[in-house]
């Protein structure tokens, strides 16, 4: 076993670790709640949940009876979501990729190009004129992070789990800040003082989730989190300055 050999049987999880059954199935599914692709879609609605005023509606259940707000997120969600998922089936049956997990490195170059492709499509065409400005800096800082991580990836397997949770956490600092309710409500005394550790949290987990099932080094979870983070702090200087 050589230099490198060694290194990778201290640090991968399937060379210095065994789990159990129930373990891996935990880990897969906290991965795939807090899939990269999930994590503008639950910022929106989050976004929504604690301040619906910023979308021109009174509540969370008048936002789907607004044709004009609904609509934009049903674009959002197709655009962002449904496409590169359906274009990465494609990609698997044509044998582009060698699974939907892309655990290769070299896999992921085809997916981050189409994923990329439709996020500046979607920051281009959605009309922001009619989104509150934190919208814009969300889709904005995701395909930051997106070409961030696409460029790292030539050299490095980063986490892109990590990159989507760096963008989530920093995502939820800022609508916790930007609460608005008509009245003071146990509700708002949770997103004002533990939405934001709750997401701590889940980065946490969605971190560990992908030492058990990849070979992802720990400094690919770190810096995926970082890159995130940062991600949101560069758009946010583009939109609100």
Not at 15 to 44: C, D, E, K, M, N
Not at 116 to 125: E, P
Not at 160 to 183: C, D, E, P, R
């Amino acid at each position: 076993m050589n230099e490198e050999q060694d290194i990778k049987s201290s640090y991968y999880p399937e060379h210095s670790y065994q789990f159990s059954l129930w373990t891996r199935a935990i880990a897969r599914f906290v991965s795939i709640l807090f899939h990269p692709l999930l994590i503008v879609p639950y910022a929106y609605l989050l976004a929504i949940l604690v301040n619906p005023y910023s979308f021109k509606v009174r509540g969370f259940d008048l936002f789907w009876q607004n044709p004009t707000q609904s609509s934009i997120f049903r674009f959002l969600i197709i655009y962002i979501l449904v496409i590169p998922l359906c274009g990465m089936v494609i990609m698997r049956g044509l044998g582009l990729i060698r699974d939907l997990r892309l655990q290769e490195r070299m896999d992921r170059i085809g997916p981050y190009i189409l994923t990329g492709t439709f996020y500046i499509t979607s920051y281009v065409t959605l009309p922001w004129d009619r989104l509150p400005l934190k919208m814009e800096l969300f889709v904005l800082g995701a395909t930051i992070a997106l070409f961030i991580a696409f460029f790292i990836n030539l050299f490095s397997k980063i986490s892109i789990h990590a990159v989507g949770m760096g963008n989530f956490l920093a995502m939820l600092l800022i609508i916790s800040q930007s609460a608005t309710f008509a009245t003071q409500t146990t509700f708002q005394y949770f997103v004002e003082n533990y939405l934001f550790l709750l997401g701590i949290i889940a980065c946490g987990l969605v971190g560990a989730s992908r030492r058990i099932l990849s070979d992802h080094l720990p400094a690919d979870i770190y810096g995926g989190y970082f890159i995130g983070f940062l991600s949101i702090l560069m758009a946010y200087n583009f939109v609100y300055m």
